[in-house]
């Protein structure tokens, strides 16, 4: 009998055979359909064909256990965890929509750009694979996972890349210095896939072989393909989501991890520690440290 624990249960591990996820994040994905179980068989909801976009909005705005409302980060955890939830379903098979697909949510914050949260990275990597030609846009992705921008992408190359160790060559750009970026497990596979199948020659923007000579034209792709990724993942008319959003997610899981505000300049390629503490969304003014 089919039931919203096995339809979910069925997403869940398509998902985990696609490899785009941490295990923390899967475990966050997994809580939230969890508690979706437990919220559909409260509606009368059994399967999930039945959520509906007025069911995906309440349970998105549903109230925590101790009575109080979802704080705005937790509504947007919860769309997008619902959203990758649906997404999965759908390779599955075992629905044929998106009930998030129209679910909008206030800003996360105002004004300005934050990074990326995990689980946003994790649904923008499965929207990435959406395409005709399966390795361009995975290859864009996973070079601004590296931190590099759109402006930067034009001069990465074949030769700059060493999967091998996880590396590649950033050369940096106007306001930007020239570094190493540190490529995700994720980026590598991608990257690797890029240049397995397509005939990439040591003179040839790793992100576009049809611009060759031209540095506006492969800039321009870079952005445009970034920007169909949020398009599908429902991110892109996100206030506070643009493309240096990407980088800004791996300069914070840097920073989280060592408190190293220099180290996350670094990454960056930026040489003034405000410029990338605003980038990572961090206030140093408010933490009473200044690194």
């Known amino acids: 009998m089919v039931s919203v624990a096995s339809e979910t249960t069925r997403a869940l591990d398509t998902l985990a055979s696609m490899g785009v996820h941490a295990s923390q994040t899967l475990a966050k994905l997994a ?15 059994d399967s999930l064909t039945g959520v509906s976009a007025e069911v995906a909005a309440r349970f998105v705005s549903a109230r925590l256990p101790n ?30 929509h998106d009930p998030t697909i129209d679910l ?10 934050r990074p990326l949260t995990d689980e946003e990275v994790v649904l923008c990597r499965v929207f990435a694979r959406h395409v005709t030609r399966p390795t361009r846009q995975p290859a864009v992705w996973a070079l601004a996972e590296a931190t590099a921008t759109t402006g930067e992408m034009p001069h990465i190359t074949r030769i700059n890349l060493d999967l091998d160790n996880g590396l590649v060559l950033i050369h940096g750009g106007r306001h930007t210095d020239p570094r190493i970026g540190r490529l995700t497990d994720w980026g590598i596979t991608a990257l690797r896939q890029r240049v397995a199948t397509t ?56 920073f989280d991890q ?33 690194q």
Request: hydrophobic share 45%; net charge positive; no cysteine.
């Open 31 to 45: 809580e939230t359909t969890s508690q979706l179980t437990r919220f559909l068989a409260v509606t009368g909801v």
């Open 67 to 96: 009575g109080e409302p979802p704080s705005v980060a937790t509504r947007h955890l919860r769309r997008t965890n619902l959203r990758l939830l649906f997404r999965a379903a759908r390779i599955a098979m075992v629905v044929s």
């Open 104 to 113: 909008t949510l206030p800003a996360r914050t105002i004004g300005g750009t």
């Open 199 to 254: 005939d990439l020659d040591d003179s040839t923007p790793i992100v576009n072989a049809r611009h060759r000579g031209s540095l506006t034209g492969p800039q321009a792709s870079a952005a445009q393909a970034i920007y169909k990724i949020f398009e599908r993942a429902g991110l892109a008319t996100e206030p506070d989501i643009r493309a240096s959003s990407i980088g800004a997610w791996t300069a914070r899981r840097l």
């Open 258 to 290: 060592t408190g190293d505000i220099a180290a996350v300049a670094k990454a960056l390629g930026v040489s003034s520690l405000d410029v990338a503490a605003r980038r990572i969304g961090w206030d140093w003014q408010a933490t009473g440290a200044r």
